[in-house]
């Protein structure tokens, strides 16, 4: 049985809290948050605090919080030598006030209140100072999901940048599409079947040998119409950056 | 029973010829190709020939050739009044030389030979000088999908582009991500239960509102170290573009 308090209030911090809750194998005993009315109805089930010195005895402390407020509230920690992690994607672990031990807990992931989260799908990559706590909190992750990885802080800034590649622009192309197709009074459902084959191609055949389009035909005209049908500035200039790293990766120079 | 003469030895004519030898409702009598080696071996299921000239007398013609030649071709047919069609997304129904009835008949996917076509999740968009010819159009369209929909030029051209960007864009991004991720030693497939969540997503949520990431925060440290990170001058160029956008589109506009 392993015993973590929670500190912060925001959307992984609840949706670790729902989970946390379910685990018969680990015990949430505290949760934290500075403002207390944000976690405040949670109460009858689990004690919450918005007092760093009131904090109970636990094997892991959890800060899911902004990545610029991490540092701070480990170094407001009234303890020493306890196994401290954070939860972010893009910062070292080294940001964690040394006077505790350092770990992180990143689940890959994109957390939004609206969004159910099936952890037992979500990678879960880790870091610790030393082994024993490292094994603490793979004890906790394999608790969640078979998808447990061991990654150091240089790899992880890769990873969550990659993370924005494929997820937070991918999701900025399709409002730009539901954008247009509306602008077009075209029903954005018209576009899923290709969207989705795209994503399930992934699987199976390495992206740039499925590559089609305008950019990677050369087809220099459909481009041109394209950049006149686009009215919004930024579009135009997403079009042009996307279709010239097309064109650099496949070699079309003479376009 | 309608009977199809088919033009063109690309991607999407070898994808139409495979579905329309297994419709009953069609009989696809004849395939053209100004090369007819690169359809001679399928001489022993169907005419192949090289020579308009000689091209049967059909129900309907399916121009499936790059944009650029669907005038010449059409120009080149040695009938008039029959009904042609092409298979272009970006293309208006007018390319067709006007001594035929011109039609339109765009399967709204990304053609490449090593992808398998499930015509059945493919939406088919029609457009017809006469309402004759779109019925023969439809009666095709429906041998082949529900997903038929009768869409205009100007339409047409939007949905091309906004295609371009939720799949050829959406596409190049993966691919850059699968370039970052090799570089960091860390293999892509951890990346897809992220991918396909904002694709499941996009059924329920609008992208706007499911849009996370440090543009949207506003986590301007964050966007700094990620273009620290690119050493691709291209890739640093979309991450700026498609940053400005989010930005402009969610209105954080102090950053």
Same mark, same amino acid.
């Given at each position: 049985?392993?015993?973590?308090?929670? %500190?912060?209030?925001?959307?992984?911090?609840?949706?670790?809290?729902?989970?946390?809750?379910?685990?018969?194998?680990?015990?949430?005993?505290?949760?934290? &948050?500075?403002?207390?009315? @944000?976690?405040?109805?949670?109460?009858?089930? #689990?004690?919450?605090?918005?007092?760093?010195? &009131?904090?109970? *005895?636990?094997?892991?402390?959890? =800060?899911?919080?902004?990545?610029?407020? !991490?540092?701070? #509230?480990?170094?407001?920690?009234?303890?020493?030598? *306890?196994?401290?992690?954070?939860?972010?994607?893009?910062?070292?672990?080294?940001? /964690?006030?040394?006077?505790?031990? @350092?770990?992180?807990?990143?689940?890959?992931?994109? +957390?939004?209140?609206?969004?159910? =989260?099936?952890?037992?799908?979500?990678?879960?990559?880790?870091? @610790?100072?030393?082994?024993?706590?490292?094994?603490?909190?793979? +004890?906790?992750?394999?608790?969640?999901?078979?998808?447990?990885? %061991?990654?150091?802080?240089? *790899?992880?800034?890769? #990873?969550?940048?990659?993370?924005? +590649?494929?997820? &937070? +622009?991918?999701?900025?192309?399709?409002?730009?599409?539901?954008? %247009?197709?509306?602008?077009?009074?075209?029903?954005?459902?018209?576009? !899923?079947?290709?969207?989705?084959?795209?994503?399930?191609?992934?699987?199976?055949?390495?992206?740039?040998?499925?590559?089609?389009?305008?950019?990677?035909?050369?087809?220099?005209?459909?481009?041109?119409?394209? %950049?006149?049908?686009?009215?919004?500035?930024?579009?135009?200039? /997403?079009?042009?950056? !996307?279709?010239?790293?097309? !064109?650099?990766?496949?070699?079309?120079?003479?376009?």
């Amino acid at each position: 049985m392993l015993k973590i308090v929670l %500190l912060g209030g925001g959307n992984v911090a609840h949706h670790l809290f729902a989970q946390f809750s379910k685990i018969p194998e680990i015990e949430l005993i505290q949760w934290y &948050n500075r403002s207390v009315s @944000a976690i405040q109805k949670f109460d009858s089930i #689990i004690p919450v605090t918005n007092k760093l010195e &009131n904090l109970k *005895q636990a094997d892991v402390y959890i =800060i899911a919080v902004s990545d610029t407020a !991490i540092h701070e #509230i480990s170094s407001s920690l009234p303890f020493k030598d *306890q196994l401290v992690v954070h939860t972010s994607g893009n910062t070292d672990l080294k940001v /964690i006030d040394p006077k505790n031990r @350092a770990g992180v807990f990143y689940p890959l992931q994109s +957390f939004s209140k609206e969004k159910q =989260i099936h952890w037992n799908e979500i990678p879960l990559l880790l870091e @610790a100072t030393n082994e024993k706590d490292l094994e603490k909190l793979q +004890f906790l992750a394999k608790s969640m999901t078979d998808k447990v990885y %061991l990654i150091n802080s240089k *790899q992880r800034s890769s #990873i969550h940048l990659t993370a924005v +590649f494929v997820n &937070n +622009f991918v999701n900025h192309l399709y409002s730009i599409g539901t954008d %247009l197709s509306e602008q077009a009074q075209i029903p954005f459902d018209i576009f !899923i079947p290709l969207i989705k084959q795209t994503t399930k191609s992934l699987e199976t055949t390495p992206s740039k040998a499925s590559q089609t389009g305008p950019a990677i035909r050369g087809d220099k005209s459909t481009i041109e119409s394209h %950049l006149d049908q686009l009215k919004d500035p930024l579009h135009k200039e /997403i079009y042009k950056s !996307i279709t010239r790293s097309i !064109i650099n990766t496949h070699g079309r120079e003479k376009l």
